[in-house]
């Protein structure tokens, strides 16, 4: 038995069978509904935007990892959900060099800038929007209306003949220009509850679907992928309030409270964003203020902001602010009892009383 | 049946490959054994013989004065030496190695015991001493130091038939085929600490156990057997003590200071033997598994049997092995040199084959996916304890409360990015022990 070779390490000896290059295969598979109901109301230009997003920024997280001589990570598809949220977040009427523009924002400065994967303190797709946001304004916000024309014009750029005849507004967006009682009138007319839940209706090119977006968050939560507790308090926490402030006259309007979940991209931020392991908090409790904390932005935006959507700035907010939940919601000691935390922080108090009165005398 | 403790994992059991073999004598006895001084916690025995020496199975070979337990000679034979030989845990250990006369003698004092009913708790503590029990589930710690500093403290005993690591079935063949060793032993433990009721907690991935333990006792009320959900690390003293009674032991504290007292189930039936057999702790049932071995068994070996010898009698090595481990996957030793041998707490010898090899990445990169968080029983951040660890700052690695760390191994296990956590926690704990040294 000499010639045996045989391995030494650390235990443990066994490793669950996911990792890092499973997970993000799973939340792109999870993002397939949502993409076909997209390309299904957009039409084919969509898918190409799509693709176009996710090879460039592989290609820009490849060039800067090159460049500065770091390993290539491009394996662990993290680059390819950037540039497939991105694409999601954006109208489908967005001309590509725009989008190339975001991509470069997302992976180059927002990621790699702060240390590449698993560093960044902000969700890249959502910083990416945010920037085209404020630096393209207009075509940021010139919706497509859903179908069969979009099918049309394929293969062909955009041109302003095509923004003219095709766009519209969103649900939100009509919400926000007409005052409350007209907006619902006209909104109702204009898309249905069911065209919501549906996906029929103008918008970016993943929020549209809210169908879609709920199978892709059931998928990744019976996957294990991501948990339950920050989408679940985000959009309860929209839905309570929306519910209980409805601005469609009434209180507790469900009606209401249902367009204002199904529309501008909250199930989508709920479940594939505001759940990005990177820029959410790691406590469980932690995770439970996150959303709640989301939630509450959303509806103070939408109501009192001057923009019609929420989901990307409350994302970004509380992204910011990880850090300290993390460090306000550690973990109780394992053995540590109230009465023991108690004491101690009564013996703490104590101490601090005595070292007082200790310097006075 | 509920999960009572917080977090823990479940990896794939491949307890199959040797739970329905019955525990088997070995074919050929070793031609030597090497029985190492250290196989408990506490100060190594001292070698009370010396070379040359005849000795019988059973006798006294190595005496302790501190904390610790008597080791005895498990084959008879002669004496061949007394040096340090490597030992499981990778350093060399004192050892005494004994030539094999295959003819068993058994020694004299060795011989079952009458008027086990008239014995008195001190008795049966002094017994359990003499016999050398140790905690025969991993840490090793002497009985009878464990009874004795718990009687009047402890009103709960608890005995750990978890085996709640992979791959592992020697607890559980042991409990299916020697029930009534249980049984008796839990009797002696409750004798010893004045108490009148015992559990027995078990995972219900063997529920033929938990069915065989009930039917023995029959309508006997004084000891429960409870069947727990099959979770890692079920069987970790604090984790079994919250799911049977809900108690935390506090951080530093010892589960008697909560009113427990937990036996491994082998320590249990060898405390029986002690007692009622007088026989002393010389054998345990060893599972020989994993994919690199031709048959997967479980096995009454001798202490101080080499590895070698062991695994040949489970058929050899199947094609190429690429790690043995003394221990079970999530807590075992890496062994590198098969002239090791068997100890008190060697529960287990798995080889692995190269299909069942832990993951790796030569770049681990953290993605703070929070696995870690949610799996750690004892309530504590890894992904933060990683982090400053990584930059050796060992101040904030201590108010992460790494100390409370038992290597468990579950957040290395669920880690997507395949970063050798466990490794760097012990890292971190060696510098910050040392730091503490210092000052």
Redesign the interface.
């Known amino acids: 038995?000499d010639e045996?070779?045989?391995?030494?390490?650390?235990?443990?000896?066994?490793?669950?069978p996911?990792?890092?290059q499973?997970?993000m295969r799973d939340v792109l598979i999870a993002l397939i509904p949502a993409m076909a109901m997209g390309i299904y109301v957009f039409g084919f230009r969509a898918l190409i935007q799509t693709i176009v997003s996710v090879i460039f920024c592989e290609i820009f997280e490849w060039g800067y990892c090159k460049l500065m001589h770091k390993?290539i990570?491009c394996k662990?598809l993290?680059a390819a959900i950037t540039g497939v949220l991105l694409v999601f977040v954006c109208p489908v009427t967005l001309p590509y060099w725009t989008i190339i523009i975001g991509d470069f924002f997302a992976i180059v400065i927002v990621k790699q800038l702060f240390g590449?994967?698993?560093t960044n303190f902000l969700n890249p797709a959502l910083a990416g929007r945010a920037f085209l946001m404020l630096s393209y304004p207009v075509p940021m916000t010139t919706w497509a209306l859903p179908g069969q024309a979009n099918w049309a014009p394929l293969g062909m750029s955009v041109g302003q003949d095509y923004i003219d005849a095709f766009t519209g507004a969103t649900p939100l967006s009509i919400d926000y220009m007409k005052n409350a009682e007209d907006a619902l009138n006209l909104t109702a007319s204009q898309f249905s509850l069911g065209d919501m839940f549906i996906g029929n209706i103008g918008g970016t090119v993943g929020e549209v679907s809210a169908i879609a977006l709920l199978i892709g968050g059931i998928y990744l939560i019976c996957r294990g992928v991501i948990?339950p507790r920050i989408p679940v308090a985000y959009i309860a926490t929209v839905a309570v309030l929306t519910l209980i402030f409805s601005r469609s006259g009434g209180h507790f309007d469900f009606v209401w409270m249902l367009r204002e979940i199904f529309a501008g991209g909250l199930f989508l931020g709920a479940f594939f964003m505001a759940t990005d392991?990177?820029t959410s908090?790691?406590?469980?409790k932690g995770e439970i203020i996150f959303g709640i904390g989301a939630g509450l932005l959303v509806v103070f935006i939408r109501y009192f902001g001057g923009y019609p959507e929420g989901v990307c700035y409350s994302i970004l907010v509380m992204n910011i602010l990880v850090w300290l939940i993390?460090k306000a919601t550690?973990?109780?000691?394992?053995?540590?009892?109230k009465e023991?935390r108690q004491a101690e922080k009564e013996a703490a108090k104590a101490a601090k009383k005595a070292a007082k009165e200790g310097s006075e005398a | 049946m509920k999960q009572l403790f917080y977090g823990g994992v479940h990896p794939a059991e491949h307890k199959e490959l040797s739970e329905h073999k019955p525990i088997r004598p070995l074919n050929k006895a070793p031609a030597e054994v090497v029985i190492p001084m250290s196989m408990h916690i506490g100060a190594p025995c001292k070698p009370v013989v010396a070379k040359g020496d005849t000795v019988m199975v059973g006798q006294v070979i190595g005496e302790t004065a501190g904390l610790g337990a008597p080791i005895h000679a498990s084959v008879s034979g002669t004496v061949k030496a007394v040096e340090p030989r490597p030992g499981t845990g990778g350093t060399p250990t004192m050892s005494v190695v004994i030539e094999n006369d295959f003819q068993n003698t058994l020694h004299p004092d060795c011989k079952p015991r009458e008027n086990v009913d008239a014995l008195t708790p001190q008795e049966i503590i002094d017994i359990i001493r003499d016999a050398g029990c140790t905690g025969m589930g991993g840490a090793g710690f002497p009985t009878h130091v464990k009874i004795s500093s718990a009687v009047g403290k402890a009103d709960t005993i608890i005995i750990n038939g978890a085996e709640c690591e992979p791959y592992i079935t020697a607890d559980h063949r042991l409990m299916l085929e020697h029930g009534e060793k249980i049984i008796g032993g839990v009797r002696f433990i409750m004798k010893a600490l004045q108490l009148d009721h015992a559990y027995i907690g078990i995972e219900n991935n063997k529920m033929d156990a938990v069915a065989h333990l009930r039917e023995l006792l029959g309508d006997a009320k004084d000891v429960t057997v409870k069947d727990l959900r099959t979770r890692y690390p079920q069987g970790a003293e604090k984790q079994l003590i919250q799911a049977i009674t809900g108690r935390e032991v506090p951080p530093g504290k010892l589960p008697a200071d909560v009113g427990c007292c937990v036996f491994n189930a082998a320590t249990t039936a060898a405390i029986y033997d002690a007692v009622a057999n007088g026989l002393p702790l010389f054998q345990r049932v060893i599972t020989i598994t994993g994919g690199a071995v031709n048959d997967p068994v479980n096995l009454i070996a001798p202490l101080g049997t080499p590895f070698s010898h062991l695994i040949e009698e489970a058929g050899g090595f199947k094609g190429t092995p690429a790690r043995v481990i003394a221990g079970g996957p999530m807590m075992g030793f890496a062994q590198y040199d098969m002239s090791v041998t068997m100890g008190k707490a060697s529960n287990c010898i798995l080889v692995l084959s190269k299909d069942e090899m832990p993951k790796t990445d030569p770049n681990p990169t953290c993605i703070r996916c929070a696995r870690c968080v949610n799996v750690c029983p004892m309530h504590l951040t890894p992904v933060f304890m990683n982090m400053y660890g990584k930059q050796r700052r060992w101040s904030e690695v201590e108010e992460l409360r790494i100390m409370d760390c038992m290597e468990c191994g579950c957040c290395q296990f669920i880690c997507p990015a395949r970063i050798p956590l466990v490794q760097q926690f012990r890292t971190a704990k060696f510098a910050i022990r040392q730091a503490a040294a210092k000052k």
């Open positions: 038995m045996l070779k045989l391995s030494v390490a650390s235990s443990p000896h066994a490793s669950h996911v990792g890092t499973s997970l390993p990570p662990d993290s590449g994967l698993g948990r392991y990177v908090p790691n406590t469980p993390d550690m973990p109780a000691r394992f053995g540590v009892t023991m």
